[in-house]
């Protein structure tokens, strides 16, 4: 089943991620609609939060090697 899916970009950077084997520049505090839904995405780790048909990128997973 494919839906739109909405990406928010809540960062204070660009963020990149794959479409269907592209390279797609989501600028800093954009929105961009995908009409045929995550089949096709790869997102890059990174903090998010999912809503229904919303997703949120937040800051990147920084992790801490001690």
């Known amino acids: 089943m494919t839906e739109k899916i909405t990406i928010r970009s809540d960062r204070d950077t660009d963020y990149k991620f794959m479409y269907k084997g592209e390279e797609v520049v989501l600028g800093a505090g ?3 609609g995908i009409a045929d839904g995550l089949e096709h995405v790869v997102l890059p780790t990174c903090a998010m939060k999912i ?3 919303l997703i949120v ?3 990147d997973v920084k992790k ?3």
């Open 30 to 32: 954009k929105i961009i």
């Open 64 to 66: 801490d090697k001690k």
């Open 51 to 53: 809503m229904n048909n």
């Open 57 to 59: 990128i937040k800051d």
